[in-house]
C-alpha cells in the first residue's frame, strides 16, 4: 500500500482454504497485500516472535498442535524459544492465516477476522 497508508502483509499458505478465504476478502476491500507463502519463505525466529507479541499469543497458542510435523512440540518443557525455532524449522506448524498491519496482527480464523487489522 502507498500514500502513508501500513502495508499489509499476509502470512500465506495457498493450500489451505481458510487462507486463500482470507486472502481473497482482503482483496475484495480493495487490499493487495504483500504475499508471504510462509511455507517456502518462513519468518525469522525473530519475526515470530513479533508476530506472537501483535498476536499476544505465546507460541503454544499459534502451534498447530494436530500437524504430524509438530511432534515433540507438545513437550511442556520446551520453552518459548525452543517453540518458535521448531516452528521456524517446521512452518507447516504455525497457525495460518495471519494478518499484520501497521503493528497489529490477527490470525484469520475466521477468515473475517483479519479485518480487524484494518480499523
Do not use: F, W
Not at 501500513?6 to 502470512?11: A, G
Not at 504475499?35 to 515470530?48: D, F, G, Q, R, W
Amino acid at each position: 500500500m502507498t500514500g502513508g497508508q501500513s502495508e499489509v502483509v499476509l502470512y500465506h499458505n495457498p493450500r489451505c482454504s481458510k487462507s486463500r478465504a482470507a486472502l481473497a476478502l482482503l482483496q475484495s476491500h480493495g487490499i493487495r497485500p504483500q504475499v508471504i507463502e510462509y511455507l517456502k519463505e518462513p519468518p525469522s525466529a525473530e519475526t515470530l516472535a513479533d508476530i506472537l507479541a501483535m498476536l499476544a499469543l505465546s507460541p503454544r497458542q499459534l502451534l498447530r498442535a494436530k500437524e504430524a510435523a509438530a511432534a515433540g512440540l507438545d513437550d511442556p518443557a520446551l520453552d518459548d524459544a525452543a517453540l518458535i525455532a521448531g516452528m521456524v524449522a517446521n512452518p507447516i506448524v504455525i497457525e495460518r492465516p495471519i494478518v499484520v498491519c501497521a503493528g497489529r496482527a490477527r490470525i484469520g480464523r475466521p477468515p473475517e477476522a483479519v479485518l480487524d487489522v484494518l480499523r
